[in-house]
């Protein structure tokens, strides 16, 4: 069992209904980043990331219109601030804590 945060236009990650992040808009932002690329292995969303941080492979995955990784270190969290940017998104705990710095206790 782990921690997930999650990148969400909508109030809540889990909400069924409000703006989504479309599996396109994911796409075009993995092509875009020189260091994220698709792992056709675990799925045609799931993505490592290049960056330097305490995992061996770090990870983000799309779905149901969130984007979404597991127990996440501070340079993923700084990363996922960085993308969220792009969609005009937040980023979420499982919680519903928002985080606004790249930090383990960075939310609101």
Known sequence: MGYDLHI???EYHWDENGPAITSEEWLNVVNEDPELSIDDANGPYFTIWSG????PDPWFDWDEGNIYTKNPDEPIIAK???ISKI???KVQGDDGEVYTRPTKNGYL
């Open 8 to 10: 969400t236009r909508k």
């Open 52 to 55: 330097k941080c305490s995992y």
């Open 80 to 82: 996922m601030l960085e």
């Open 87 to 89: 969609f005009n998104a």
